[in-house]
């Protein structure tokens, strides 16, 4: 379970940093190379009780690498490659594994509802989930449902001019199928606030919600074997902070932490990204 | 008994007289401009008919405001811009206390021709009067040019290059500390033009370590020129010559500016004026170490500005694109024709009808002069990518006028945007839209 969270969330973070809701423009590349430092010290249960871990923590690393095209004014090409190390470390009590590879790709398109005169735009985007790994028997650590998978999320966002400095949201709402037989179905939502506090220095808030539904019945506090959950939900902040080098190039670090959550893990993490337009 | 016959008969004529004055008088005051409220929403909201629309179409609601029933009729008349009326419709209106009239106007495209046509709606009730109109265009990209380009147009101008060449530009840059700002470097430019005629402006250059994009901003007629500050891209603005700044050959104003030496193509205003222009972009490249990146240039201007931007990408091919905002002094053969049908004649129709007629001009003379200065004349010669702003409802700007030039550009980046409701400006989307072309084109970051 808690290395499927993981990933979910270490893809989100880094879309939301990008201002995922705007438009590339027409002939522009945009990559978002990243990185992601998830711990894990106990989990929710299915009541929202936390346990903590009798031993050791759960760690991830998430390497991403995202990304788009604009093909036109209101068509953006979107894809992400990601590289994951999931290393349960001890929390069993019987030692510690870690499975580390490719994982789940994503390859979408983005079309803006919007005119090139809007400040505000709505946008519809689809996407294939594409799992680029075959996962290792238990107990080791998953990095993925291992399931082909399809995303459809409505996306709002703006700038405001002339207020205090140019303020911008960026709010997602979606759902995600994975194509197993027990899916499971995730409807998630991202809304994000940012502020540039100067020319150089920006800052951004996120709250990020997944609630997953599925007929697996595998619970967090099952202790036969190694396990993952489909039935979760969790709510995730994060603050993050973005330096601008030039005109093509920013910087961002942030911090992030679950704040609730059933049937999953709870951790927190960091995460560094750059974003590159050109 | 004649007499009396006769005093009858004009006491019969008071009581007729004063009943007519009576009822005309409650007639008038029963009109009442709140009785109805009114929305007209049009089928394409930029006001453009493409081959893809098969009709023109209006959708008018009324709501009666009143407790009373309001009785009338809609009376729709479509004119073409040469003031001929092409089509008429006459919808009764019958709105019960505070009711919604819905109707859908709408007229069958193939019944009109390429062009632009006024549609006027008054709307008539026994409590209300109100005369609405909208001006929209089918298939204007398909109207034919009327410009009239001379023979010797690019000797002409050849000659006036040449003769701009040869003047030493002088440039002087003064940085002007008392404006400058955080953000922004201001300072004051000076060059020397045709006729060693001192042309200054402003600069304004964001703060930054890296070559800024240069907006170049060309004067709108008889306006003076201030510092304009971005913190994207660097700012330079022009003083016309006679205003502002660049008046020491002295100054001109509103009335005679248009026809200062009109009398000969050698020396009318606008054959300097537009050297002066390109000295700008002159002063752009050669002043790169403003931190000015010479390869990154958008002219732009608004009204006399945005002809005036046209002239420059056209001669110009250092400019990267152009930006022309409500375009005036534009096809002014068309402007004529469809601007002398109009009541009150629109700028500058009347003043140069004046000069003419004061300097025994005719005409013919005058449009042998002005096709020489037309911006139609020079569309051909625009190869880079090009906005042009349009508002439909503009007399001094029209809208023929700016898609005849439009038409004949043969960049393979060209777009116009049509506002299709603003009689004084234009919308604030436009703005917008600018500034995300701006960023295309230059390959700004959004």
Not at chain 2, 13 to 21: I, S, T
Request: glycine share 8%; net charge neutral.
């Amino acid at each position: 379970m808690k290395k499927i969270t993981l990933l979910l969330v270490a893809t989100v973070a880094f879309v939301q940093i990008t201002r995922a809701g705007f438009p590339i423009g027409y002939g522009r590349w945009q990559l978002t190379p990243g990185y992601n430092f998830y711990l894990a010290r106990g989990t929710w249960d299915k009541s929202g009780n936390y346990n903590s871990y009798s031993n050791g923590t759960f760690n991830s690393h998430y390497i991403g690498f995202s990304g788009g095209y604009g093909l036109s004014r209101r068509l953006d090409f979107l894809f992400t490659l990601p590289i994951e190390v999931q290393l349960d470390n001890n929390t069993s009590g019987k030692g510690s594994y870690l499975a580390a590879g490719l994982g789940d790709a994503k390859l979408g398109l983005s079309y803006f509802f919007t005119d090139f005169d809007a400040l505000n735009h709505v946008s519809l985007t689809g996407s294939l989930i594409i799992p680029l790994y075959k996962n290792q028997p238990k107990p080791y650590p998953v990095l993925g449902y291992q399931s082909f998978g399809g995303e459809l999320k409505l996306g709002f966002s703006g700038s405001a001019t002339g207020g205090f400095r140019n303020p911008y949201y960026d709010m997602e709402f979606g759902v995600r199928q994975y194509f197993d037989s027990d899916g499971p179905t995730q409807l998630f939502a991202n809304i994000t606030g940012g502020v540039p506090l100067d020319d150089y220095w920006k800052i951004s808030g996120t709250l990020s919600g997944v609630n997953s539904l599925s007929t697996s019945t595998i619970t967090t506090t099952q202790t036969s074997g190694y396990n993952f959950t489909k039935n979760f939900d969790y709510v995730r902040s994060a603050f993050n902070i973005g330096r601008v080098i030039n005109d093509n190039v920013s910087i961002w670090g942030g911090l992030y932490a679950d704040i609730w959550g059933s049937n999953c893990a709870r951790g927190s993490g960091v995460s560094l990204s750059a974003v590159i337009k050109f | 008994m004649l007499h009396t016959g006769r005093f009858h008969f004009s006491m019969f004529l008071r009581a007729v007289l004063c009943c007519v004055l009576l009822a005309a008088t409650l007639f008038t005051f029963a009109q009442d401009p709140t009785s109805i409220s009114y929305k007209v929403k049009s089928y394409r909201e930029n006001g453009i008919y493409g081959p893809r629309d098969s009709k023109v179409a209006y959708i008018i609601k009324l709501k009666n405001n009143i407790n009373d029933n309001q009785k009338g009729d809609i009376k729709v008349n479509v004119v073409n811009d040469l003031g001929i009326s092409v089509y008429n419709e006459d919808e009764p209106i019958f709105i019960k206390p505070e009711s919604i009239y819905d109707k859908e106007i709408s007229i069958d495209v193939a019944k009109l021709p390429s062009g632009f046509y006024t549609i006027y709606f008054y709307i008539t009730t026994n409590h209300y009067s109100q005369t609405i109109y909208y001006v929209f265009a089918v298939e204007p990209d398909k109207i034919k040019p009327t410009g009239v380009r001379p023979l010797d147009f690019t000797t002409f101008w050849d000659n006036a290059r040449n003769e701009l060449t040869n003047i030493n530009p002088s440039y002087k840059v003064t940085r002007r500390g008392d404006i400058s700002t955080i953000t922004n470097d201001i300072y004051s430019i000076e060059f020397q033009s045709i006729g060693n005629v001192a042309i200054r402006g402003w600069l304004s250059v964001p703060k930054r370590h890296k070559k800024n994009p240069v907006l170049y901003t060309l004067p709108d007629y008889a306006t003076t020129a201030s510092p304009e500050s971005r913190t994207d891209m660097a700012v330079f603005t022009l003083d016309a010559r006679g205003f502002g700044n660049s008046a020491d050959m002295g100054k001109l104003d509103y009335g005679s500016y248009l026809t200062k030496d009109l009398y000969s193509r050698d020396k009318y205003i606008y054959r300097e004026e537009y050297m002066d222009c390109i000295r700008g972009i002159d002063f752009i490249c050669k002043n790169t170490d403003l931190n000015l990146d010479a390869t990154r240039i958008i002219v732009t201007g608004i009204g006399q500005g945005a002809s005036l931007a046209a002239i420059v990408a056209a001669f110009d091919n250092r400019v990267k694109g152009v930006i022309l905002d409500r375009p005036t002094l534009m096809d002014m053969r068309t402007m004529f024709a469809i601007g002398e049908v109009k009541n009150p004649v629109p700028w500058p129709i009347g003043e140069l009808k004046s000069y003419c007629n004061a300097n025994r001009m005719g005409l013919d003379n005058f449009f042998k002069t002005w096709d020489y200065f037309d911006p139609l004349s020079f569309a051909p010669m625009i190869k880079c990518p090009i906005l042009v702003g349009i508002s439909l409802k503009s007399s001094t700007s029209p809208p023929q006028c700016a898609y005849n030039f439009y038409n004949q550009v043969l960049s393979s980046k060209r777009e116009i945007y049509s506002c299709a409701d603003n009689e004084t400006g234009i919308d604030a989307s436009f703005y917008i839209f600018e500034n995300n072309w701006i960023k295309e084109t230059l390959r700004l970051p959004f």
